[in-house]
């Protein structure tokens, strides 16, 4: 019989523990993909962080670390000074990169660490039970934004490519959202060019992907999806912010 | 022969002789001749000195390094150590071996620059959230400050956790005479958990501190647990002056002792008979050697010297146990426990 598809050897044979509709499973295999292709499995160490996807060091197949709330950026540091040979990635949510570890990933892209961060974008708190991250739009409601986010006391969301690409050390920083084939195709196009620049020694690599949460959103997966189409693209657009 | 050595230079060089090839800091007073000695001496031994933006970012670094199989260091003063205690709970769970020195200040708060010893409940109670402790060894010169910093490395690895060197900014800031001796090297274990790239020749490895399920998380407890009770059979270490024949017990470490030395000598002049007990390792705390001294039929009281209000006057307590009266000289903010205060307080206490 001739296989047509099967689960990317950069993936452990290991069930998530991800909620139906979440789009963390999507992007966790554009990641492995892109590491199988490249051959670099076995080496590449990735640093897991603290929120929905702090469980990602038992789904990747290549040597993990996992790091303390918003320390990616830095434990990622610490790996690639010692093992510049390797490849190194983060893999972050937005509380974790933009709100805890907003130090951490600026001064990584500075300092212009050769690693490549997979920056994902669902604009809430998803493991904690949702609450305001500092990238929930306006009006959004939210755990502790029970009346939606409001400009005034809350400020506005945070957009972390348009901010990281005005860093000399970033050299690559694209908006992608995984939600559609199309959008999905791109995501890893874009997270397999991060790579491959990282491995070239270009300098730190971004790639922000737009993510539903449907359970902390109260939608269902594909009225989730429209919700992400309709707002959350409009306030950060997709596209190449550094190449 | 002997060199003139400054005590953060010393620490610093010891480092390097020690196989330390990555040092992650971030700027402090009174410990800032650390970071600028590594950053000028590690790239030509082929080492990386990285300037953190933080301390919380620079243990955290640590955390990577030592994970990725490295033998790895870190300094700072007082509140910078407050900042990476994040990172040094996260490595004891990791059970990752590191080296961190801390050359106090005065606290709390901003506090000052001058020398303190009142991070003592902070470095042997563990410091962050959790179970576990880390050794904590603590030099009363330059000699030692080189030579201890060297042997936290071996034990941070033999371990496989986090060692604190605890000085304070006189030692870092003191010269004194030295001679470079490497201490006796122990077997190390080989780093088989490091994620230094599988190559597709063995399981991937995670180096990691979350236990969710709550049998898994007491069981990693009690496995550093054991570990902890292994180190104080194996490692504790204390050192004592004129104590045999005392009436009168100090018990000082690092600067203090150096204080408290000179008041035995003071009070040995005038008949007394005097005598200093020296934690060297202040955890595992030298408890059963300590309650031994005070036991002698000859002693007749205990003073704590320490330049804090009163912080390992517990541990004294607790090794004493009531069978002798403790008391204490606490100057802190700064200040210093001077040897008249000492002879004073002993010449008081036995009349």
């Known amino acids: ?243 | 022969m002997k060199e003139l050595w400054k005590g953060n230079e010393a620490v610093a060089e010891a480092a390097m002789r020690a196989g330390c090839r990555y040092f992650f800091g971030y700027p402090i007073t009174p410990q800032n001749e650390i970071p600028e000695y590594l950053a000028k001496h590690m790239p030509a031994r082929g080492g990386v000195f990285v300037q953190a933006e933080s301390e919380i970012a620079a243990i955290n670094m640590i955390y990577g390094a030592s994970g990725a199989g490295a033998r790895v260091m870190t300094s700072s003063s007082s509140p910078g150590i407050s900042l990476k205690q994040e990172g040094i709970t996260y490595l004891a769970c990791a059970e990752l071996p590191a080296v961190i020195v801390n050359m106090m200040r005065g606290g709390p708060g901003l506090g000052n620059i001058a020398p303190s010893q009142a991070d003592y409940y902070q470095a042997t109670r563990g410091g962050g959230n959790g179970d576990y402790r880390t050794i904590v060894l603590a030099p009363a010169s330059i000699q030692e400050a080189a030579d201890f910093t060297q042997e936290a490395f071996d034990l941070a690895d033999v371990y496989r956790m986090p060692v604190i060197v605890l000085a304070d900014g006189t030692i870092g800031q003191m010269m004194e005479a030295i001679e470079w001796r490497t201490p006796p090297r122990r077997e190390l274990p080989a780093k088989e958990w490091a994620t230094n790239g599988h190559r597709g020749e063995r399981p991937h490895n995670i180096i990691n501190s979350l236990f969710l399920d709550v049998a898994d998380c007491e069981e990693q407890n009690c496995r550093l647990q054991e570990r902890y009770e292994l180190i104080a059979e194996r490692e504790t270490r204390y050192e004592e002056y004129m104590a045999e024949d005392a009436e009168v017990l100090f018990v000082a470490y690092g600067t203090s002792a150096r204080l408290a030395r000179a008041a035995v000598l003071k009070l040995r002049a005038q008949g007394v008979k005097a005598g200093l007990f020296r934690p060297i390792t202040l955890w595992p705390f030298p408890e059963v050697a300590l309650h031994a001294r005070a036991a002698m039929p000859s002693m007749k009281a205990v003073i704590a010297a320490e330049m804090s209000t009163g912080q390992m006057i517990d541990d004294v307590k607790l090794a004493v146990n009531g069978i002798r009266p403790v008391y204490l000289v606490g100057r802190s903010g700064g200040a210093m426990p001077m040897p008249m205060e000492l002879v004073e307080l002993a010449l008081e206490v036995l009349a």
């Open chain 1, 1 to 243: 019989m001739k296989t047509v598809y099967q689960r990317s050897k950069g993936l452990m044979d290991a069930p998530t523990h991800y909620c139906p509709g979440c789009t963390h499973g999507v992007i966790h295999k554009l990641v492995a993909e892109t590491l199988e292709e490249l051959g670099i499995i076995g080496t590449t160490v990735g640093v897991a962080p603290v929120g929905c996807s702090v469980f990602s060091y038992n789904y990747f197949a290549c040597d993990m670390q996992e790091a303390a709330h918003g320390r990616a950026p830095a434990v990622a540091t610490g790996i690639k000074r010692v093992h510049p040979d390797l490849a190194v990635f983060t893999y972050q949510g937005d509380g974790d990169l933009a709100a805890i570890g907003t130090a951490e990933i600026v001064h990584a892209a500075m300092r212009g660490e050769k690693i490549t961060t997979i920056f994902v974008n669902n604009a809430i708190y998803g493991m904690t039970g949702g609450q305001m991250a500092p990238t929930t739009l306006v009006g959004q409601k939210a755990t502790t934004a029970p009346f939606g986010r409001d400009k005034e006391r809350q400020g506005s969301p945070l957009r972390m490519c348009e901010m990281l690409a005005t860093i000399d050390g970033c050299v690559y920083a694209e908006r992608v959202a995984a939600v559609d084939v199309p959008g999905i195709l791109k995501a890893k196009r874009a997270i397999k060019k991060a790579f491959q620049l990282q491995l070239e020694g270009a300098g730190f690599t971004f790639v922000e992907v737009l993510s539903t949460c449907p359970t902390n959103w109260g939608l269902t997966p594909r009225d989730a999806i429209a919700w992400l189409k309709e707002n959350m693209v409009p306030y950060f657009p997709l596209g190449v912010y550094k190449q």
